[in-house]
Structure formats: structure tokens, C-alpha cells
């Protein structure tokens, strides 16, 4: 069964740093293209980053870049999401997603396997 | 604001069918492909069409999409209780390099 499994979230001050951790089991992360998504409170989905297939390419959104950086361990089958220089606004809980880019072209994209997800609340 | 647009709320009855729309521009969805998930909170999203028109398996065939332009559709037949969630679209933006999602629609089943 393909699953992933989302941690490292919880209650962060304004300003501190957090890694998430994103457990796949069922397939391997390296052979796949990764995003991460979060969802404010009260707010729809939101992509915030994404690593290519190969893990050379990173993306992100303007309001995380040179703040939040993605990367994988492919040992332990894992991605992470580094968050810095955390601000009340990045608050929302943040899920792990599995995306496939067909013949590696990303007008393809698309997300096909999710985890449920994990809380991050930055606040003093 | 979000990149794609998409009505706030939209209800039916059940067993009625119920359409969504998202509407893009020309560095996303015209040329890309838009897929939709459904989205209960406290669960994981659900990928329900991609490709525009593709259903992964298990989605049941009550669930369709279509593409035409700058805006893509997703139809929901039979509509049961279950049904109610968020539902958003995607696409790839080509201008800003990353994913966008549509605000997210509600469904309510009356």
C-alpha cells in the first residue's frame, strides 16, 4: 500500500525554525516528484513547494522562498520540508503529496497520493 | 487571491448532478492539464480527475471533468450525502513555475 505519513509539526514562536518530515512507504521517493501543501485556517489549498524526479530541481512560492527548503533522503525514504524565520501567517497544517509528471513535461502535473497531514501553529 | 477561480459554494439535491467551475489564463490552464481533488478536513486529499478528464481508479464515473480554453469544469452525477466537501482545482503555472490551486469550492448536498 502506498502511504505517507507527515511529522515534526507543532507550536513554534515567531521568528524559530522547524523541520517536517514526510514518511513514504509503499514506493520509492526517488523515482517520484514531491510537493508540499499546506491549508490556513479558514483558507483553501496551497502549494508551497515541489522537488523534481531526480531531486535537482526545488520550487517555490514566493512567500517562502529563501525560508522554507525541501529536500529528500532517499535512504530512509523520506522528505522534508526545513521552515525558517517562521511568521503567524505560516500557520496551517502542512501535507506531504506525491506527484506525477508524465513524460516529465509539467504540464502533466498532478498529486496522486496525499498524506493526511500535520499542524504547525506559529504564535508566542 | 488565488490564481484559479472557483465558486465559494454550490448545492444540489441528492441524486441531482452539480457542476464546478475554474477559470485560469494563458500561463496555466490553457496550456496545461487541470486536475481536481476533493478535500475533507482531517483526511488526506483525494486526487479525483487528472489529465482533465481522467479518473484514477476507484473514482467512481459520477465524477467527470472537461477543459475548454482558459477554464476547466468538474460534473458530479448522482450526487450523494457523501459527496459533501471541498473540491479544488489545479494546474501547472508555467509564469510562476509552481502548482496553483482554485480557492476551493463547498459542496453542500441538500
Known amino acids: 500500500e502506498v502511504v505517507l505519513v507527515e511529522s515534526g509539526g507543532g507550536l513554534v514562536q515567531p521568528g524559530g525554525s522547524l523541520r517536517l518530515s514526510c514518511a513514504a512507504s509503499?514506493?520509492?521517493?526517488?523515482?517520484?516528484?514531491m510537493a508540499w501543501v499546506r491549508q490556513a485556517p479558514g483558507k483553501g489549498l496551497e502549494w508551497i513547494s515541489g522537488?523534481?524526479?531526480?531531486?535537482?530541481?526545488?520550487y517555490y512560492i514566493e512567500s517562502v522562498k529563501g525560508r522554507f527548503t525541501i529536500s529528500r533522503d532517499s535512504s530512509r525514504n523520506t522528505l522534508f520540508l526545513r521552515l525558517s524565520s517562521l511568521r503567524s501567517d505560516d500557520t496551517a497544517v502542512y501535507f506531504c503529496?506525491?506527484?506525477?509528471?508524465?513524460?516529465?513535461?509539467?504540464?502533466?502535473?498532478?498529486?496522486?497520493?496525499w498524506g493526511k497531514g500535520t499542524t504547525l501553529i506559529v504564535s508566542s | 487571491q488565488s490564481v484559479l477561480t472557483q465558486p465559494p459554494s454550490v448545492s444540489a439535491a441528492p441524486g441531482q448532478r452539480v457542476t464546478i467551475s475554474c477559470s485560469g489564463g494563458r500561463s496555466n490552464i490553457a496550456e496545461s492539464y487541470v486536475s481536481w481533488y476533493q478535500y475533507l478536513p482531517g483526511a488526506a486529499p483525494k486526487l479525483l480527475i487528472y489529465d482533465n478528464n481522467r479518473r484514477p481508479s476507484g473514482i467512481p464515473d459520477r465524477f467527470s471533468g472537461s477543459k475548454s480554453g482558459t477554464s476547466a469544469t468538474l460534473g458530479i452525477t448522482g450526487l450523494q450525502t457523501g459527496d459533501e466537501a471541498d473540491y479544488y482545482c489545479g494546474t501547472w503555472d508555467s509564469s510562476l513555475t509552481a502548482w496553483v490551486f482554485g480557492g476551493g469550492t463547498k459542496l453542500t448536498v441538500l
Open positions: 522537488m523534481s524526479e531526480s531531486g535537482y530541481n526545488t
Open positions: 509503499g514506493f520509492a521517493l526517488s523515482r517520484y516528484a
Open positions: 503529496a506525491r506527484a506525477t509528471i508524465p513524460f516529465g513535461d509539467y504540464s502533466y502535473y498532478y498529486m496522486d497520493v
